[in-house]
């Protein structure tokens, strides 16, 4: 996870083998790979150890190691809620992307997909 971040944060076009390289370590399906990945970055974001930026750069390097098709529920609603904190929504005050959609969003794919992790 370390490595891809630095990936991510550095700008490497490295992170796809980043993520190549975890999956073989990890030993299970891709699809639990993937949501393991997403967990973590959610878990991650927010607690406040990494900012918007990265953790929406590894979600959408993510959808490109596993195509949005094949995504899992809780890893598509972990990228759902990045996605729509990227852009700035109709009547949307400027700055506000995090708060009015991506966290509340984490947070409920936290509460329906990992009750027991979420408090």
Request: charged residues 20%; glycine residues 6%.
């Amino acid at each position: 996870m370390e490595n891809i971040l630095r990936h991510i944060h550095e700008g490497h076009s490295q992170v796809i083998a980043e993520l190549n390289a975890a999956f073989t370590v990890y030993g299970a399906s891709r699809s639990e790979f993937s949501d393991s990945f997403s967990k973590e970055i959610a878990e991650r974001y927010l607690a406040g150890s990494i900012d918007f930026d990265i953790a929406d750069c590894a979600m959408n390097a993510l959808s490109s190691w596993t195509p949005l098709e094949d995504f899992p529920s809780y890893s598509w609603a972990v990228y759902q809620a990045f996605d729509e904190g990227e852009y700035l929504h109709t009547g949307q005050v400027s700055g506000s992307n995090e708060d009015v959609y991506t966290r509340p969003l984490l947070r409920k794919a936290m509460s329906d997909f990992h009750p027991l992790d979420f408090s």
